[in-house]
Nanobody, 122 residues
Framework: QRQLAESGGGLVQAGDSLKLSCVVS????????MAWFRQAPGKGREFVAG????????YYADSVKGRFTISRDRSESTVYLEMSSLKLEDTGVYYC???????????????WGQGTQVTVSA
């Protein structure tokens, strides 16, 4: 089973930028869909951004469009989430996840990382 490992979280101020990385232990298939989810305290896990591993098509939650960019490096089996103009409401644990195909529901994803904390302060 593939292992996912996130890194890059931290404490930043509102308006700052941050880049998260997620390394996949075994190279995903072209049909796979990679995504970032986040979970704020007391809330459910929500879809943030996703990318089709093969074609590179990207998808974003409305709340992050224009501020976040998801990308992947196929040679490094790594997916990235570049976050800019961070807001207080972006605070949460960010998870990397892998699914067999496109989806935005967490239940569709069978492989998850351990998460990395992102905290945005005023």
């Amino acid at each position: 089973q593939r292992q996912l490992a996130e890194s890059g979280g931290g404490l930043v101020q509102a308006g700052d930028s941050l880049k998260l990385s997620c390394v996949v232990s075994d190279r995903p298939f072209s049909s796979h869909f990679m995504a970032w989810f986040r979970q704020a305290p007391g809330k459910g896990r929500e879809f943030v951004a996703g990318i089709r591993w093969g074609y590179g098509s990207t998808y974003y939650a409305d709340s992050v469009k224009g501020r976040f960019t998801i990308s992947r490096d196929r040679s490094e089996s790594t997916v990235y989430l570049e976050m800019s103009s961070l807001k207080l409401e972006d605070t949460g644990v960010y998870y990397c996840a892998l699914a067999n195909s496109y989806g935005t529901n967490a239940a569709s994803f069978r492989n998850w990382g351990q998460g990395t904390q992102v905290t945005v302060s005023a």
